[in-house]
């Protein structure tokens, strides 16, 4: 299997002639339809295929060229592709055809990359366990009964499962590390402004990123490189220079100081989990670490002021859905208020239109003040504990998850239990601060586990350093999940 391969392999693969784009891109496109995991709604075969010819041109030309060329990739299905159909999950917007490319796919066809399908995910974003998509429900390559995780759910079944070396995600509250930590991959949320959000598709502008996701951390470093940098088109993008993150991950952790917040391993966490976080932690110390306890005392505020301030944005962003500029309207209306409220009523799914209405009654007059002001402070609390926190630690080190993966069905009447997934994860994207998940470990029933490293604003070598050093002496990561390990034979 090719994809067991890391990207620096296979770029040194590609520039010897010893294998093509083109048998890269074949091999993924057998891997995505034999393995059936639900994890892509779209496949650009010819596209794909038309793209590793040009980047076969150019890898014969022995020009400089990213490290990335000719190495095929899935795009999450909320980035804007040129041509190519974005539905973000929805039936809403079934059958639409972006005019442009989001700035990270353009800067992905600048190196080289191959986009070979579009991922499935969560119905906008909004899920975390990718059973809320109209396509249906994404399966766990580790258990097919069991969740990917969600919201980039798709993008992490297809890297876990091989039939993609990388992948796009983006994370709100947790959506590229929680799904990363149930499917045993390496998923990095950048902090907020280190990658431009022009072309995502907002669920709610003021947490989302793109993120990469890979089966390495050097792998993951590499992704990050390529789509990182301020662009005029997000004013929310920050001019700061992108590092040579492959080269300053390293795998040295001697001396750093590494804080363990004592709110993240009470009450809820499942056992095995804090074993395997605890057994993580004891290796970097092993390493060189010195590990402090730390406290962020507003933690459990966080979920709540998660979904005010989400939802209400959410109820924002999804009022341009009408049936008039984007994919479906309903077929039969009276009048024009009759075919918006009915367009909505039947491209909605149950959890958007859920998040719909709690956004709009927290926005609603008389409620402003009482619900969605209050949670824009307790947000500033919540950011003041990590920025307080880091003062004294290089970076923390939490659980990703309270739990593995849990079976399909098993929480999809229970929204508040579902939201519990991502109780660990949603305070550092309100804080806006960056965090990668690394696996960890694996429960008794072989279900794998993630560990959150979280570091201060735009410095992501330092959580890609420990998080290296980890994997590297570690034999948690690069396992193969048993839904992978068939031989398509292409």
């Known amino acids: 299997m090719i994809f067991e391969k890391s990207c620096r392999e296979l770029s040194e693969l590609l520039r010897k002639g010893e294998v093509s784009s083109v048998s890269l891109v074949h091999e993924a496109l057998a891997r995505i339809k034999s393995i059936d995991l639900n994890s892509f709604i779209t496949i650009c075969e010819n596209e794909a295929l038309e793209a590793a010819e040009e980047a076969d041109r150019l890898l014969r030309s022995k020009k400089k060229l990213s490290p990335l060329c000719g190495i095929p990739i899935g795009l999450k299905d909320n980035l804007v592709t040129k041509g190519v159909e974005t539905t973000c999950g929805s039936k809403i917007l079934k059958g639409f055809i972006p005019p442009f490319d989001a700035t990270v796919v353009e800067r992905l066809k600048q190196a080289g990359m191959v986009i070979v399908g579009k991922t499935n995910m969560d119905e906008f974003g909004m899920g975390s366990s990718t059973e809320n998509s109209h396509f249906g429900p994404v399966r766990n390559p580790w258990d097919r009964e069991r969740v990917p995780g969600g919201s980039s759910g798709g ?272 305070s550092v994207s309100l804080a806006g601060l960056p965090a990668v998940s690394v696996p960890c470990g694996f429960s008794a029933s072989g279900l794998p586990i993630g560990m959150q490293i979280i570091g201060k604003a735009f410095d992501e070598s330092t959580i890609l350093r420990v998080a290296k050093a980890f994997e590297s002496s570690s034999n948690s990561t690069g396992k193969i999940p048993p839904a992978a390990e068939a031989d398509i034979g292409v």
């Open 155 to 426: 993008s992490a079944a297809a890297v876990a499962s091989r039939q993609v070396p990388l992948a796009l995600g983006s994370d709100t509250g947790g959506s590229i590390r929680q799904p990363a930590s149930f499917c045993g991959t390496v998923g990095l949320k950048p902090t907020y402004g280190c990658v431009s959000r022009y072309g995502l598709v907002a669920f709610a502008s003021s947490l989302d990123q793109i993120c990469p996701m890979a089966n390495s951390v050097e792998d993951c470093a590499f992704l990050l490189e390529a789509m990182a940098g301020e662009d005029a088109r997000d004013s929310t993008s920050v001019p700061v220079a992108v590092p040579h993150y492959p080269e300053l991950i390293g795998e040295n952790v001697k001396g750093m100081k590494i804080g363990i917040p004592k709110e993240f391993f009470g009450k809820g966490l499942d056992e095995e989990v804090k074993k395997s976080v605890d057994g993580a932690t004891h290796l970097l110390e092993e390493l060189g670490a010195q590990t402090i306890e730390v406290s962020l005392p507003h933690t459990d505020y966080a979920i709540a002021t998660y979904y005010l301030i989400a939802n209400a944005e959410a109820s924002s962003n999804l009022a341009r859905y009408d049936g008039v500029r984007y994919g479906y309207r309903t077929e039969n209306f009276p009048d024009l208020s009759a075919m918006y409220s009915k367009t909505r009523d039947e491209g909605f799914g149950d959890e958007v239109k859920r998040r719909i209405m709690l956004g709009t009654y927290a926005l609603s007059a008389g409620y402003y003040d009482a619900y969605y002001l209050r949670a824009l402070k307790v947000r500033t609390l919540i950011k003041s504990d990590f920025d307080k926190a880091l003062e004294s630690v290089d970076c923390l080190v939490t659980p990703t998850s309270p739990t593995v993966s849990f079976k399909i069905g098993e929480k999809i009447d229970d929204p508040l239990s579902m939201y519990l997934s991502d109780v660990y994860t949603v």
